[in-house]
Nanobody, 121 residues
Framework: HVQLVESGGGSVQVGGSLKLSCTHATYIFRERENCAMGWYRQAPGKERELVAT???????TYIDPVKGRFIISHDNAKNTLYLQMNNLKTEDTAVYTC?????????????WGQGTQVTVS
């Protein structure tokens, strides 16, 4: 049973920083069947969007609004995914959710955390 557990959310002022963590003790990122991890966010009244992703080979992607401000990283020894968020803006306010992918015919987001609230004001 795969569990993803997020932490690190909270309230911060505009321009501040937060670092989100997602521990995943039973999901081994470098296993052949596992293809990517990422962070989604959903703001009130808006669609959920995939903010950043990371593949086991270290390849990362970001949506344009967070490029240069957010950094996704992974610590294999700790089985933890991170999202360092700098220079936060009010539009970054959302529930952030960690996701992990399983390789089927394509990479499918199969596992989800419970979400952590980030509020920027």
């Amino acid at each position: 049973h795969v569990q993803l557990v997020e932490s690190g959310g909270g309230s911060v002022q505009v321009g501040g920083s937060l670092k989100l963590s997602c521990t995943h003790a039973t999901y081994i990122f470098r296993e052949r069947e596992n293809c990517a991890m990422g962070w989604y966010r959903q703001a009130p009244g808006k669609e959920r969007e995939l903010v950043a992703t990371m593949k086991p080979d270290g390849t990362t992607t970001y949506i344009d609004p967070v490029k240069g401000r957010f950094i996704i990283s992974h610590d294999n020894a700790k089985n933890t995914l991170y999202l360092q968020m700098n220079n936060l803006k009010t539009e970054d306010t959302a529930v952030y959710t960690c996701a992990a992918g399983r390789k089927l015919l394509a990479c499918v987001w199969n596992y989800w955390g419970q979400g952590t609230q980030v509020t920027v004001s």
